[in-house]
Every structure is written in structure tokens, then in C-alpha cells.
């Protein structure tokens, strides 16, 4: 579908509305309008965490990085018209890489004996945001497909981006040599 943007200030959403792709209109307050939201927040927060990655041990998943980024904008149009576009197919494509992706990334890292505390660096931070970012896009996804059906390969692949996010973020620190600090809980 081309997307056609040439006025910014519309003012047809200054009484708390806003316009579908369908032409519908509905409330700014809706939970699908969360859903949009949170889908455009993650989006941005990969952004910032591409933006501030430099590192070349890191680069080499950029291509995929990006590629997740145009296809939460399909995620977002998907939702937004609320049917079973053409798009889900390639959604379920892309589920199918992320998972041998997420099992190749998985292979070299260490077993896991507790909880994992982010930090280390500024990129394994960031990735932990993005997995927050997108289990909350999908708790939002879950409560909107009580009310209105959510396909089940939006679901699957925003279950399987905020794996890779936490992989992901794994794997930066090995990358760089950083070792990672797990959760040590308070003894009773």
C-alpha cells in the first residue's frame, strides 16, 4: 500500500481522533491506538539502539536489525486495518529466520543458572529495553485480541522478536568480551 504524507498539521485530530488508513476515525484513547503506539515506540528504541552501536563486532546483525524495524511498521498497518493481508505470510517468513537466527546466536552463549541483570555496555542495555518495549507491544496485542481478532503470526513473531532482543543482548556482551552479571537473590 503507498503511503502518501504531504501535510503534516492536518488538524482533524485536535478533538482526540485520529484516522485509520481505512478512513475510519476513532478515539486517540483505544487500545488499538496503544497497540500502534507501543509498535512505533519499540521501532524507535531500535533505532536509538542502532544509532549508538558503532562497534564492528556488533554490525554484523544490522541488516536484521533493520529489517525488524520495516516489519514492525507492517505490524502496524496489519493492526491498524485489522485483517489478513498478504503481509502475513511474510510475517511468518520472518518468524522462521528469527528462530534459526535465535538458535545460531544461542548456540555460543554460555547456560543460564539465574535471571540476567542488564548493563555491561550501552548496547546490551539497549537491547534489554527493546525486549521491555516489545513484551509490553505484546501484552497490549493480547488484551486487543479479547476484544478485536489479532493474527496469530503478529503474535508469534512479536513473542519471537523480544526473544531475540534478550539473545541478542546476551550475545553483544560476548561479543565484546564483557562478562554478564546475573541475579543473586537476597538470601533468607
Known amino acids: 500500500m503507498p503511503v502518501r504524507i504531504n501535510k503534516i498539521v492536518t488538524k482533524t485530530g485536535d478533538q482526540g481522533e485520529t484516522g485509520l488508513a481505512d478512513g475510519t476515525r ?22 536509538n539502539m542502532r544509532a549508538s552501536n558503532a562497534l564492528p563486532e556488533i554490525n554484523s546483525l544490522d541488516e536484521t536489525i533493520v529489517t525488524i524495524q520495516h516489519r514492525l511498521f507492517d505490524i502496524g498497518a496489519i493492526i491498524a486495518r485489522q485483517d489478513e493481508a ?3 505470510e511474510m ?41 521491555t518495549e516489545c513484551r509490553r507491544l505484546e ?10 481478532k ?14 531475540f532482543f534478550f539473545v541478542y543482548s546476551r550475545w553483544t556482551l560476548k561479543q565484546l568480551n564483557i562478562s554478564e552479571v546475573l541475579w543473586k537473590p537476597v538470601k533468607k
Open 91 to 131: 510475517l511468518n517468513t520472518e518468524t522462521d529466520k528469527l528462530e534459526t537466527l535465535l538458535e545460531e546466536l544461542n548456540d555460543g552463549l554460555p547456560e543460564l543458572t539465574s535471571f540476567v541483570i542488564p548493563g555491561g555496555h550501552t548496547i546490551n542495555t539497549q537491547a534489554h529495553l527493546c525486549r
Open 26 to 47: 476513532i478515539s486517540k484513547g483505544e487500545l488499538l491506538m496503544d497497540c500502534i503506539g507501543a509498535c512505533d515506540e519499540l521501532n524507535a528504541q531500535i533505532g
Open 139 to 148: 501484552r497490549l496485542l493480547i488484551r486487543q485480541h479479547a476484544n478485536v
Open 150 to 163: 489479532i493474527s496469530a503470526s503478529v503474535l508469534r513473531y512479536i513473542n519471537r522478536l523480544s526473544d
Open 86 to 88: 498478504e503481509e502475513i
